[in-house]
């Protein structure tokens, strides 16, 4: 069954500083990979996608990641944070590409937090 | 337009209580879906619908929890007796029903405590 890893709980930026959220999934096909935002009190938020084609993708609030297949990951980059940036972050994938089952499978989040 | 709406934004039952959690999906999306969130942890799938049909279910935690979404739109995720375990936010979501599939819109979430 497919899975999604994310090896940090918590992350502490500097504002200004870059930022690079990590996640590793396990998948047998061509995975579907999102990465969602939560802000307290919030819905889950799509901050970009990977389907297909090239592997860096560009997501809106500046952040980007890029598709590694040989290290199955999808890390999450953003190169100068801002402090409305803090929030719980969940990498998830699509639990079949192939016609099959639908809906995602989360990681666990990572929580950023900004320090001015 | 109007987002992915669900009600209430709050729940408290007491052990042993029967509840209803609504949403409202996007308007013209086929494809709806339930996910069950606990403190400190990502969602959880539960189930999903695709018009009225519930295609899998398989994520339901017991056969205390029913979803139903009887005329392809409004979807009802019913919880009977509930129990301690059951407290946790409740995520709607839907989307098109496209494929290759395509994003996912979540509500706000209906938080569920149960004493």
């Known amino acids: 069954a497919q899975s999604v890893t994310q090896p940090d709980i918590h992350i502490t930026v500097s504002e200004g500083a870059s930022l690079e959220l990590r996640c590793n999934y396990s998948?047998?096909?061509?995975?579907?990979l999102f990465w969602y935002v939560q802000s307290p009190g919030q819905g889950l938020q799509l901050l970009l996608k990977?389907?297909?084609?090239?592997?860096l993708v560009q997501g809106i609030k500046g952040f980007e990641a890029e598709f590694k297949r040989s290290q199955s990951s999808f890390n999450l980059r953003k190169p100068s944070v801002h402090w409305s940036d803090a929030a719980e972050y969940f990498c998830a994938v699509l639990r079949s590409s192939g016609g099959g089952a639908d809906g995602l499978t989360f990681g666990k989040g990572t929580h950023l937090i900004i320090q001015p | 337009g109007a987002g992915v709406s669900q009600s209430p934004r709050y729940k408290v039952a007491k052990r042993g209580q029967d509840v209803a959690l609504r949403c409202d999906p996007i308007s013209g999306h086929v494809s709806l879906f339930w996910y069950q969130q606990a403190l400190g942890q990502g969602p959880e799938f539960l189930t999903y619908f695709q018009n009225e049909a519930q295609l899998d279910k398989s994520g339901l935690p017991s056969d205390r929890f029913f979803a139903e979404r009887p005329e392809g739109s409004v979807s009802t995720l019913k919880i009977q007796r509930t129990q301690q375990e059951d407290s946790a936010v409740y995520l709607c979501?839907?989307?098109?029903?496209?494929?290759?599939?395509?994003?996912?819109?979540f509500g706000p979430g209906t938080r569920l405590t149960v004493l």
């Open positions: 979501a839907s989307r098109t029903g496209l494929s290759p599939p395509d994003t996912q819109y």
């Open positions: 990977y389907f297909s084609g090239d592997t």
């Open positions: 998948y047998g096909a061509t995975p579907y």
